[in-house]
């Protein structure tokens, strides 16, 4: 008994003097760092957010602390590292996805399909549907808009997917979400009657045909909600 365990100290003992020395050992520093899943962020703010750099040795890279980091971040929803020895790194994340922004006091508000804050900036990276009607007295990065029409963000969820869909994101549109079952979409001067969410798709098709040859630059309604669409001139 006496020599197992003994035979189990030092196996323990040799191992442990095995790692802490592959943690000095300059060969297994990080040599490469890979970030996938990643829109919101760049490279350069997850690797800095994990204070990671190539000095770092892979064994002793603690991943858990750097995982704790990239949780605080409004964008990472989920994250999982995978050591591919003997330099690389690979770093796995989940985003919330940026769905609408908010215009609010100067700036817009980045918000997910659950009206979640994202970020606050002054500018839009991407065009995507720029949603009003929203009721709020403020917000923190990270949490959920508190409105008393939760349902307006699944119908941006909904509507940005269908934009996506239908190739639209090029165009500057605003969505009015005040009542879900009375959508107003504007594209330049053109005012569109969308309606509820029900039949949503087709209208989409419908809109998308008709602003291919529409000039958008004169004022006008379009309403989506007639079997026949119709477009009417504002004087």
Known sequence: MKKILSFIFWTIVTLAIVFVALCFFPYFSIGEVKVNGIDG??????????????????FAFNTFKAEKALKENPYVKDVSFKKSYPHTLVINIEEYKVRGYIPYMNSYLYIDGEGRVLDSRGDMTKQLPIVTGLDFDGFKVGQVLDTDNPQA??????MAGLFSSYDMLGKVIKMDVSDTDNIHLY??????????????????????????????STA??????????TFKYLS
């Open 187 to 216: 594209v330049d001067k053109v005012d569109v009657i969308f309606g509820s969410f029900e039949g949503a798709n087709d209208k989409m098709a419908t809109l998308n045909a008709i602003l291919k040859d529409m000039d958008t």
């Open 153 to 158: 963000y699944v119908a941006v969820k909904e």
């Open 41 to 58: 962020l760049s490279q350069e703010q997850v690797i800095k957010i994990c204070n990671l750099d190539k000095s770092h040795n892979i």
């Open 220 to 229: 006008g309604v379009l309403d989506l909600t007639i079997s026949t669409p």
